[in-house]
């Protein structure tokens, strides 16, 4: 069984670039939802995917999008990057949407200069 | 709103029990969960109970949970030095919030030779 996989695994970029980070679920997971976590913090959703469509989202403004794809892969697009976005993004999947539990990748850690 | 807090340390010797406490304030929570974090990972999920349970087991792990004061805590069994990591509690945010994961800051277990 295939686990939860990022890509990439690091990333610099200068503010006010773009940046799409990309996440394949593990194998029979249908939901796939994306965190944000600051050095020295816990996780902070920002949003989650059900069979390609939007599930729920955080607090997080409207640069940050995403994108489920028919194999249930997915993408998280970051524009305007400022420095606060500098943060480990890990990606979850599950199966059948809400309330089942969570396998997370081991992230992609993007900095900001 | 919802939050959950954690203390932030501990430090155990090997071969103790490790006690670590976590509190909740969603009484609509379903799931609750503890996830582990070794340096440079991802979150692995370590174990999880229903809301309806009052304890968990599983091999060195034991899940407790008062639900009338909600609080939840994660007995480790015989802790040894590969547990040292940072453990997170988190809850499931359900209806509104579309079954997202609230995180506690995480509690770094330290475990000394």
């Known amino acids: 069984e295939t686990g939860v996989t990022q890509s990439p695994t690091h990333l610099i970029k200068t503010r006010g670039q773009q940046v799409t980070l990309r996440c394949s679920s593990q194998?029979?997971?249908?939901?796939v939802s994306w965190y944000q976590q600051a050095l020295g913090q816990g996780p902070q959703f920002i949003f989650q995917?059900?069979?390609?469509?939007?599930?729920g989202r955080g607090n997080f403004p409207p640069r940050f999008s995403g994108l489920q794809f028919p194999n249930y892969s997915s993408e998280l697009n970051v524009n305007a990057l400022e420095l606060d976005d500098s943060a480990l993004y890990l990606c979850?999947?599950?199966?059948?949407?809400?309330?089942?539990?969570?396998?997370f990748g081991d992230g992609t850690r993007l900095s900001i200069l | 709103g919802e939050d959950v807090e954690q203390s932030l340390f501990l430090s155990v010797r090997e071969g103790d029990s490790s006690v670590i406490n976590c509190t909740y304030t969603d009484s609509s929570s379903t799931y609750l969960y503890w996830y582990k974090q070794e340096p440079g990972a991802g979150l692995q999920l370590l174990t999880y109970?229903?809301?309806?349970?009052d304890m968990k087991q599983d091999q060195r792990l034991t899940v407790l949970l008062n639900k009338k004061d909600k609080h939840l805590s994660l007995r480790i069994a015989d802790t040894q030095t590969g547990d040292s990591a940072i453990y997170f509690c988190?809850?499931?945010?359900?209806?509104?919030?579309?079954?997202?994961?609230?995180f506690g800051k995480g509690t770094k277990l330290s475990v000394k030779p």
């Open positions: 979850a999947s599950s199966s059948d949407g809400s309330n089942q539990p969570q396998h």
């Open positions: 988190a809850e499931s945010a359900y209806g509104g919030s579309q079954g997202n994961l609230i």
């Open positions: 109970i229903f809301s309806n349970m």
């Open positions: 194998s029979g997971h249908n939901t």
């Open positions: 995917y059900y069979r390609e469509e939007e599930n």
